[in-house]
């Protein structure tokens, strides 16, 4: 069903495109539990960084809004990541 809708395998659930503290944009897989991140989104999320997108892996909706909030409104606060940055 979701590929008829369009949907591509391993792309992040969020995307917040507004640009801050040099990035394009924002990207956030959403997990919850134990699960991990697949092969795919892990390539998506690489791909993403490079090309200049804050790119993490948040474990619940708290984390991801906690990170929303600091990219939207404390950018300054953010560093330049070497990798997708992942909260719990």
Known sequence: ?????G?????PDIMLPAARA????????LKAGENTTTKKQKEWLEYLRQQGYYTAVC?????AAQLIEQYLLHSDELTKEQETVTMR
């Open 22 to 29: 040099g990035y394009h944009g924002l990207y956030i897989e």
């Open 7 to 11: 949907v591509k395998a391993g792309v």
């Open 59 to 63: 474990y619940g909706w708290q984390p």
């Open 1 to 5: 069903m979701l590929k008829r809708q």
